[in-house]
């Protein structure tokens, strides 16, 4: 629903690039939450296991970018 909203402000806009927001929202969002629950509870989180939920995001992020829909996609269920 919210894509149709997005294109209707702007009817230029492409899908694929719609799309690509879409699911780096997804992704940067995971690791920007990451990142906030490792500085309230330090004690608790390892820095490893931050680490390694940081890069994962940034490796499925680049993966977005970089290629387009109709593989990417594919992978979510990978990435969840």
Do not use: C, H
Not at 18 to 40: A, E, P
Not at 64 to 76: E, N, Q, R, S
Request: aromatic content about 24%.
């Amino acid at each position: 629903i919210n894509d149709i909203f997005m294109l209707r402000i702007f009817p230029d806009f492409k899908w694929e690039a719609l799309i690509k927001i879409d699911y780096l929202s997804l992704t940067l969002g995971t690791l920007t939450f990451s990142v906030f629950i490792k500085k309230f509870y330090e004690d608790i989180f390892s820095k490893n296991f931050i680490y390694f939920i940081v890069i994962i995001n940034l490796i499925f992020s680049a993966f977005i970018i970089l290629f387009p829909p109709a593989v990417f996609t594919k992978y979510l269920l990978v990435y969840q």
